[in-house]
């Protein structure tokens, strides 16, 4: 069973920056993609971006294209989430995924972490 672990989450005010990480505890057939999903409050569970470990190959869900950058570092089992220009609409709880193929279908991933917060507020 593949787990995932994510840090990085905080509190930051509108404009600001913050990077996600989720570490993995091994790669494996089951985990060819890693996704993120956020989750507010009141609000849908929201696709956010998955990213292959393979070629690097990310989608993004609308809300955050050209604000949210996904890279990965393999030799670290690590996936990042660079956000910039936070919102509060932004503010969340962050939780990465392990997909067997890329996708932003939240019940495609059949392993999660226990989720990070993030805060944008003044």
């Known amino acids: 069973q593949v787990q995932l672990i994510e840090s990085g989450g905080g509190k930051v005010q509108p404009g600001g920056s913050l990077r996600l990480s989720c570490a993995v505890s091994?790669?494996?057939?089951?985990?060819?993609?890693i996704g993120w999903f956020r989750q507010a409050p009141g609000k849908e569970r929201e696709f956010v971006g998955a990213?292959?470990?393979?070629?690097?190959?990310?989608e993004y869900g609308d809300s955050v294209k050209g604000r949210f950058t996904l890279s990965k570092d393999n030799a670290k089992n690590t996936v990042y989430l660079q956000m910039n220009y936070l919102k509060p609409e932004d503010t969340a709880v962050y939780y990465c995924?392990?997909?067997?193929?890329?996708?932003?279908?939240?019940?495609?991933?059949?392993?999660w972490g226990q989720g990070t917060q993030v805060t944008v507020d003044p």
């Open positions: 995924g392990s997909a067997g193929l890329l996708t932003l279908v939240y019940d495609r991933y059949d392993a």
């Open positions: 091994q790669r494996t057939f089951t985990s060819y993609a």
């Open positions: 990213i292959t470990w393979s070629i690097g190959l990310a």
